[in-house]
């Protein structure tokens, strides 16, 4: 940040994404493709980036191979503007373990912290899809003088007890940090809505080093940035909520404001797919004013031949539909549909080729995955059921490389 505090961006990255199996079998959850080109992890780098906030630390841990991939080829800083991104993956340096929990990881890689001497370090989750202005989060947390700031989302306090909650008084201070409540606290003048934690901080590194020694020091903690640290911060009374919904992107739309989801599970993360392809799109990835960054493969153009088409939907490079069609999906590069096959609200990864006459329906397909002609998929739930992954919502996913049956 030009002319402001040091900061020094810290990325959470090492999650096992299990609720996202099969798409997490080869691949930690941050690095799940999403939208096409992307990976989920470019949303959060591109909100730090766009912020410039530009020397960030990605704390990986699980098969994190792709992961460290992506980040090494896709996001190279100018090292002459002393700027990086790099990921960062279990050292050990406290011993032959791997990390207990998410103030763990921070702990365990303080030389970071030392190393950079910044005056604000940034904590983020690595596995959301959203657009925000870290800087005006920032700009309350100093404003404030608190030791931390943590982003808060408003959902209606009935639906709040699946989440990390945050009970705040009128001016933003925390004051208690609730895990999963059965009864929400209600909002200051608005008591149907709470907070509930989006897993973004922004801490004073004093305070932040402090409450981590303490935190290590305590056999009885679960190591967790909102499990501990919260709870431990709020009691002290050194912890303020951020409002995230009066948080200003450019060029975002009243449609898409304040949009973000925890694509945790296989239905949210197709429900945030479908949020793509409608007309008006709910979360609008055409926002050249805060872009989601990555890096595109070098491909051709998409080509559509033999009456091949495609509506309501996003369709990458280098795909090529030969006679079939698509409606409502998103379809990522190299994708290939032969004559007659027909894709209806589905998510096809890279590679996957859907052989002629096949149907697709309410569909993830991952990468390589092969569509053999005449299959069908989503169009009998009972025996896709018995063949391959169904989600509680009555998607059907094949894993990576997989070959459907005929």
């Not at 959902?155 to 909650?165: D, I, N």
């Not at 051709?300 to 490079?317: D, I, Y």
Request: proline share 6%; no cysteine; aromatic share 8%.
């Amino acid at each position: 940040m030009r002319g402001g505090p040091r900061v020094l961006g810290i990325v959470l990255a090492g999650g096992e994404g299990k609720r996202l199996a099969p798409l997490t079998q080869d691949r930690a959850k941050p690095a799940v493709p999403f939208g096409g080109n992307y990976r989920l992890i470019d949303f959060v780098l591109s909100n730090l980036v766009n912020a410039d906030i530009r020397r960030i630390a990605v704390l990986t841990q699980y098969k994190s191979h792709s992961l460290d991939r992506h980040i090494t080829t896709v996001w190279r800083m100018s090292t002459l503007l002393g700027s990086y991104i790099t990921p960062v993956p279990a050292q050990q340096r406290l011993g032959p373990r791997w990390y207990t929990g998410s103030a763990d990881a921070i702990y365990q890689s303080l030389n970071l912290i030392y190393d950079d001497r910044p005056d604000i370090v940034v904590v983020f989750g690595a596995d959301h899809v959203y657009r925000m202005d870290p800087a005006q989060m920032i700009e309350q947390h100093l404003a404030t003088g608190a030791g931390v700031t943590v982003a808060g989302l408003r959902v209606p306090r009935k639906e709040a007890t699946a989440f990390g909650v945050i009970d705040a008084d009128e001016n933003g201070k925390v004051v208690q940090f609730l895990e999963k409540p059965a009864d929400p606290p209600g909002l200051p003048g608005s008591p149907e809505e709470t907070f509930a934690s989006m897993g973004n901080y922004v801490f004073s590194t004093d305070a932040l080093l402090e409450a981590l020694r303490l935190d290590a020091a305590d056999e009885s903690s679960v190591h967790d940035m909102g499990g501990s640290i919260m709870p431990m911060m709020a009691e002290a009374g050194d912890a303020y909520v951020y409002d995230f919904s009066s948080n200003a992107v450019p060029g975002e739309t009243e449609r898409d404001h304040g949009y973000w989801r925890d694509v945790g599970t296989l239905d949210a993360y197709y429900d945030s797919h479908m949020d793509l392809v409608s007309v008006s799109p709910v979360f609008n990835l055409y926002n050249d004013r805060w872009p989601i960054y990555t890096l595109p493969p070098m491909l051709p153009p998409a080509k559509f031949v033999l009456g091949g088409r495609a509506e309501e939907s996003m369709v990458s490079a280098g795909v090529i539909i030969d006679g079939g069609s698509v409606h409502g999906s998103v379809v990522s590069p190299n994708v290939r549909l032969e004559r007659g096959s027909r894709v209806e609200g589905s998510v096809l990864m890279d590679g996957v080729h859907i052989g002629e006459g096949a149907i697709v329906r309410r569909a993830i397909l991952d990468k390589n995955v092969v569509v053999p002609p005449g299959a069908r998929i989503g169009v009998d739930l009972d025996d896709d059921r018995e063949r391959y992954h169904v989600s509680a919502g009555g998607v059907t996913v094949l894993g990576k490389g997989a070959r459907a049956i005929v």
